[in-house]
């Protein structure tokens, strides 16, 4: 079965400053990768995906992520946070076999002015 | 168009009471999901429905959890006898195509429920 390990739960970085949001996935068989944002009161929302093909893959709001296979890894970054940016961010993984999306526990990104 | 709705946005019961939470997809998703969101817990699993039919129940946490989907289209989440435990936000997804995977699946606001 997939599972997916984000390894730090809140993270402050100061605005301007670059992030990375780390995400790990365990996995026998090729996977499908997606990073959720959810902003202060709202629901979660589809941030980046990763299906096939280039493993750079660019979202929205300025934030990108690389799939790397050999290291299970499928890290979030973006070279410029802004306040704008607090949120909590979540990544997941699923897979051909089934229809499940098996979501992390999340990070919680602080922005510090 | 419309979103996914999830109502209520807050529910608060007393213990051993019985809740029902409903989710509207949008119009045309084949394919429905309930999460349940606990603080520091992420994002848990409890069922998906592709069209009415729920291929896997495995992710609800006991027995006093059920729910269905009707039409194709609204879902309801049942929880019988409340605990304390149960209170959290319940997510409803969908996602457009059933059974095809790397699908965007789309939340709605949730359900806070408060178990007293």
């Known amino acids: 079965a997939q599972s997916v390990t984000q390894l730090d739960s809140q993270v402050p970085v100061f605005e301007e400053a670059p992030v990375e949001l780390r995400c790990n996935y365990s996995s026998s068989v090729s996977v499908y990768l997606f990073w959720y944002v959810q902003y202060p009161n709202q629901g979660l929302q589809l941030l980046l995906k990763y299906l096939s093909g280039s493993t750079l893959v660019k979202g929205i709001n300025g934030f990108e992520a690389e799939f790397n296979k050999s290291q299970t890894s499928f890290h979030l970054r973006k070279p410029s946070v802004h306040i704008s940016d607090t949120a909590e961010y979540f990544c997941a993984v699923s897979d051909f076999r089934d229809d499940k999306i098996i979501f992390g526990k999340g990070t919680r990104l602080h922005i510090l002015p | 168009g419309a979103g996914v709705s999830q109502s209520p946005s807050n529910k608060v019961t007393e213990k051993g009471k019985d809740v029902e939470l409903r989710c509207d997809p949008i119009?045309?998703?084949?394919?429905l999901y309930w999460y349940r969101q606990s603080l520091g817990q992420g994002l848990e699993f409890l069922i998906y429905?592709?069209?009415?039919?729920?291929?896997?129940k495995s992710g609800l946490p006991s027995d006093r959890f059920s729910a269905e989907r009707t039409g194709g289209s609204v879902s309801t989440l049942t929880i019988q006898r409340t605990q304390q435990e149960d209170s959290a936000v319940y997510l409803c997804?969908?996602?457009?195509?059933?059974?095809?995977?790397?699908?965007?699946?789309?939340f709605g606001p949730g359900t806070r429920l408060l178990v007293l």
């Open positions: 997804a969908s996602s457009l195509i059933v059974g095809a995977q790397g699908e965007t699946q789309y």
């Open positions: 429905f592709q069209g009415n039919s729920a291929p896997d």
């Open positions: 119009s045309g998703h084949t394919a």
